[in-house]
């Protein structure tokens, strides 16, 4: 069965929501689900790394270039972070960014960090970041995900989307 | 055998019941993860790494309020005994005392702590700030904190990226770096085994549970 919400993976979480005596059953798969917040039973008391490392092998399109690509300032490569679930340094969250993002929207729900800016000493300030502004077509796409996220009334990624379609951070 | 009494509470000031709903919160704990800009993580460094790394932070550190007057325990240089005692003192994790089976104690693993502030070096990052208070009090406790964080930042190049955050070792860890935890007594939970229900709802609001030493426990 195909997952309702990308209708690319397949769907391993059964999503069943009733809402005063309406029963509603979502078929979803693990990035889909992931990317709407749901839980999992398994990730409990298991450190959630080694789920999200264990997707990471199976899933996503990772460019075969990059499997045996070599951080440049420490030398650790995207294997030496799937043994150890620890990164190198600073510099491998650049070099291994693309498949990074994939494994931090699913651990904090956004890849983008919006709390406090540090500006190092000496340097310069530091710039607030600014989401660009979202294209037409991904327009009516979020618009649809807004709809159904409040249908489904998860309101939270729902704001987030709503955010987005404003175009602010 | 470390002289705890160079600590004036002794490092347990924590458990003092001091603090609101001590009845039921033993202590907060806010801890903040940080590694200095431009050099390997704790998973790749080496020990004149680290040394570099520590010496940077003790210098630093010297010039704060928070941590100008610091006791500053080596736990690279202590025995298991001591480690294990500053670790049931829930002054360092598990992992800086190297009470984990084979790997032992890391070179350059390091507590400076003072009044209800501290900072790990060398542990699964550069830097662990923590702070602590009696009871429930997390206003308080990051407060300590953010002030340790912002003081050091200033005199020290945090490894920040514009888009991820600040950068630390483990990716759950990644943007503030942030963990804030509460250490609770639930006696009668458990006996009317409720507390595992408990403990899964935990999970649906986004919270985590371990047990009373943290990490592996």
């Known amino acids: 069965m195909l997952c309702d919400e990308c209708r690319e993976r397949e769907a391993v979480v059964h999503l069943t929501q009733i809402v005063s005596e309406q029963v509603n059953t979502v078929h979803l798969c693990e990035k889909c689900a992931a990317e709407r917040g749901v839980e999992s039973g398994t990730q409990l008391t298991k450190s959630p790394l080694g789920t999200f490392l264990a997707a990471m092998g199976k899933g996503g399109p990772a460019a075969p270039a990059a499997e045996g690509a070599r951080c440049p300032a420490c030398g650790a490569t ?3 972070f799937r043994d150890t679930g620890r990164l190198g340094c600073g510099e491998c969250y650049v070099t291994f960014g693309a498949q990074l993002r994939d494994l931090l929207r699913r651990l904090h729900g956004s890849t983008r960090h919006v709390g406090e800016r540090y500006a190092s000493p000496g340097g310069p300030a530091p710039e607030p970041v600014v989401e660009p502004a979202p294209v037409a077509a991904e327009l009516v796409e979020l618009r649809e995900r807004l709809r159904r996220a409040i249908a489904d ?6 704001a987030e989307l709503r955010d987005r379609l404003r175009g602010a951070p | 055998m470390i002289d705890l009494s160079l600590i004036p509470d002794g490092g347990v000031g924590w ?16 801890r903040l993860a940080r590694n200095l800009a431009g050099l390997p993580f704790s998973t790749r460094n080496g020990e004149a790494e680290r040394e570099a790394v520590l010496a940077r932070v003790e210098s630093a550190a010297a010039g ?31 992992d800086l005392a190297g009470l984990e089976g084979e790997t032992g104690v890391r070179k350059g693993a390091t507590l400076l702590i003072q009044d209800a502030v501290g900072a790990m070096v060398n542990e699964e990052d550069h830097l662990r700030l ?3 208070r009696s009871g429930f009090d997390l206003g308080s406790a990051y407060e300590s904190v953010d002030r340790l964080d912002a ?17 630390t070792a483990c990716p759950t860890n990644v943007g503030t770096g942030l963990r804030a935890s509460v250490l609770i007594h639930l006696p009668g939970l458990v006996l009317t085994k409720e507390i595992t229900k408990v403990l899964q709802g935990l999970a649906q609001v986004g919270l985590t549970y371990r047990g009373l030493y943290g990490e592996g426990s």
């Open chain 2, 15 to 30: 458990l003092d019941a001091s603090g609101p709903s001590s009845h039921l919160v033993l202590s907060t704990r806010v």
């Open chain 2, 130 to 132: 923590q702070g602590f």
């Open chain 1, 153 to 158: 009334e998860n309101f939270e990624l729902a």
């Open chain 2, 151 to 167: 003081e050091l930042g200033q005199r020290l190049p945090f490894a920040f990226h514009p888009e991820f955050g600040y950068l």
């Open chain 1, 78 to 80: 995207l294997a030496d």
């Open chain 2, 64 to 94: 704060t309020e928070s941590l100008g007057r610091a006791v500053r325990f080596r736990l690279d240089r202590l025995d298991r005994a001591d480690r294990q005692l500053l670790h049931e003192r829930h002054l360092v994790s598990r």
